[in-house]
T-cell receptor
């Protein structure tokens, strides 16, 4: 099983749609979870951290389910500018707390 | 805050030459920096973890003699691709870790270096 697995995508949605991405991780001891956004030919940028109680930042909501080792990202009222690849990131507590990236899910929001 | 720079942003070189890429944390001290490689349409792959003042830890399958890493100070790490081959052409990205506290540490990425080996 991969350390971090994401929906393969791609997701093609119209403007205004709600879209959800899922991510599972293999190490139950992981404590840090993040969603990063990467635009084409650019570096990843932190979108939001994921907290146990779930957290919201504007149109973006992140959820964590420790029992199922599952993370989600919900984007409401999609904008054209949301088009990017979304990376799920999880720490590895047994390995210097390094981070492992999922393969990413490509989102394209169309007019 | 938490700005990471990389230099150069792109480089083209001939096979057999060596290329050095610098990664700097501009407004914070980074005890740990990471080097990633990303091929087109693929995810980031961790190459090595660089701790200031000690030897880098390389991921399985990454040749430490080919990818030389030096973390000389708390704000600078360098990656040198030695005897570059066309298959080394890739997007190399560094990141620096900001720890506050450990369970909430976050990585900040440099803008990346696009290497093309002819």
């Amino acid at each position: 099983r991969k350390e971090v697995e994401q929906d393969p995508g791609p997701f093609n949605v119209p403007e205004g749609a709600t879209v959800a991405f899922n991510c599972t991780y293999s190490n139950s001891a992981s404590q840090s979870f993040f969603w990063y956004r990467q635009d084409c030919r650019k570096e990843p940028k932190l979108l939001m951290s994921v907290y146990s109680s779930g957290n919201e930042d504007g149109r973006f909501t992140a959820q964590l389910n420790r029992a199922s080792q599952y993370i989600s990202l919900l984007i409401r009222d999609s904008k054209l500018s949301d088009s990017a690849t979304y990376l799920c990131v999880v720490n590895l507590p047994y390995n210097n707390n390094d981070m492992r990236f999922g393969a990413g899910t490509r989102l394209t929001v169309k007019p | 805050g938490a700005v990471v720079s990389q230099h150069p942003s792109w480089v083209i070189c001939k096979s057999g030459t060596s290329v050095k890429i610098e990664c700097r944390s501009l407004d914070f001290q980074a005890t740990t920096m990471f080097w990633y490689r990303q091929f087109p349409k693929q995810s980031l792959m961790l190459m090595a973890t660089s701790n200031e003042g000690s030897k880098a830890t390389y991921e399985q399958g990454v040749e430490k003699d080919k990818f030389l890493i030096n973390h000389a100070s708390l704000t600078l790490s360098t990656l040198t691709v030695t005897s570059a081959h066309p298959e080394d052409s890739s997007f190399y990205i560094c990141s620096a870790r900001l720890r506050r506290p450990v369970w909430a540490d976050t990585q900040y990425f440099g803008p990346g270096t696009r290497l093309t080996v002819l």
